[in-house]
C-alpha cells in the first residue's frame, strides 16, 4: 500500500510567486490534514479536510494561503504571493474517516524556501 | 486547548547509553499522546503511542514511553542507543475525538556518539 506522497519534494521560489504543494493520501483515506514547520519551530496544524469539505481550518496563518481538495481525493495548498517567512517545511497526513482515534500517516513532506 | 513543551532541543548520548527524551504535555481533557521520529530527509514515522489503555507504551526499535497522568508527562526511553538512532524526535497531543489533528513540541534532536 502506497503512503502519503507529497509532490514536490522541495521548491525555491522567489517572494511574491506563486507555489502549489500537492498531497495524494492513503487510497480511501477521508481525513486529510495539513502541518507546517517554520523555522525548525513545532510543527503546526493548518487544516483539516473530511473528503472534500474543510472542517477546520483554524491553522491557516491567513488569507494568501488556499487549500482544495476537490472531489476527496488529492489535496493542494496554495501559496499566493509567497513572503518569506512562508519558508519551512509542509507536511501532509491521513487517516481514514471512521478511525478518528486513530493517528494519522504522514508524508515526507515538502521543503519550500521563499528568495 | 493543548500544549507539549519538550525539554532540551538537543541530547547527546554515547551509543549504549540511556536515551531520555523528556515531553511535558497539557490538555483540559484525556489526551492521546504520541512520539514521531524524523530521520534525515524522511518524513515524520511515529514510534508509538498512547491512547488511553496500558501507561507503559512501547513502540518500534525498542522505545518506550510511559504515561504519567500525576506529571503530565510522556517521557520517551530506549535502554541502549544505537548511532541509527540518531534523528529528531517528536511529542505529540491530540484529543481522542480527532487523534489526527495534534499539537507538536519544538522537536528534540538526538545525537549519539561512537
Known amino acids: 500500500e502506497a503512503g502519503v506522497t507529497q509532490f514536490p519534494s522541495h521548491s525555491v521560489i522567489e517572494k511574491g510567486q506563486t507555489v502549489t504543494l500537492r498531497c495524494d493520501p492513503i487510497?480511501?483515506?477521508?481525513?486529510l490534514y495539513w502541518y507546517r514547520r517554520v523555522m525548525g519551530k513545532e510543527i503546526k496544524f493548518l487544516l483539516h479536510f473530511v473528503k472534500e469539505s474543510k472542517q477546520d481550518e483554524s491553522g491557516m496563518p491567513n488569507n494568501r494561503f488556499l487549500a482544495e481538495r476537490t472531489g476527496g481525493t488529492y489535496s493542494t495548498l496554495k501559496v499566493q504571493p509567497a513572503e518569506l517567512e512562508d519558508s519551512g517545511v509542509y507536511f501532509c497526513?491521513?487517516?481514514?474517516?471512521?478511525?478518528?482515534?486513530?493517528?494519522?500517516?504522514f508524508g515526507q513532506g515538502t521543503r519550500l524556501t521563499v528568495v | 486547548a493543548q500544549s507539549v513543551t519538550q525539554l532540551g532541543s538537543h541530547v547527546s548520548v554515547s551509543e549504549g547509553a540511556l536515551v531520555l527524551l523528556r515531553c511535558n504535555y497539557s490538555s483540559s481533557v484525556p489526551p492521546y499522546l504520541f512520539w514521531y521520529v524524523q530521520y534525515p530527509n524522511q518524513g515524520l514515522q511515529l514510534l508509538l503511542k498512547?491512547?488511553?489503555?496500558?501507561?507503559l507504551v512501547k513502540g518500534i526499535n525498542g522505545f518506550e514511553a510511559e504515561f504519567k497522568k500525576s506529571e503530565t508527562s510522556f517521557h520517551l526511553t530506549k535502554p541502549s542507543a544505537h548511532m541509527s538512532d540518531a534523528a529528531e524526535y517528536f511529542c505529540?497531543?491530540?484529543?481522542?475525538?480527532?487523534?489526527?489533528?495534534?499539537?507538536f513540541g519544538d522537536g528534540t534532536t538526538l545525537t549519539v556518539k561512537p
Open positions: 498512547y491512547t488511553s489503555a496500558a501507561t
Open positions: 487510497s480511501g483515506h477521508d481525513n
Open positions: 497526513a491521513s487517516s481514514q474517516l471512521k478511525r478518528l482515534r486513530t493517528e494519522a500517516f
Open positions: 505529540a497531543v491530540s484529543e481522542s475525538t480527532n487523534a489526527g489533528k495534534s499539537t
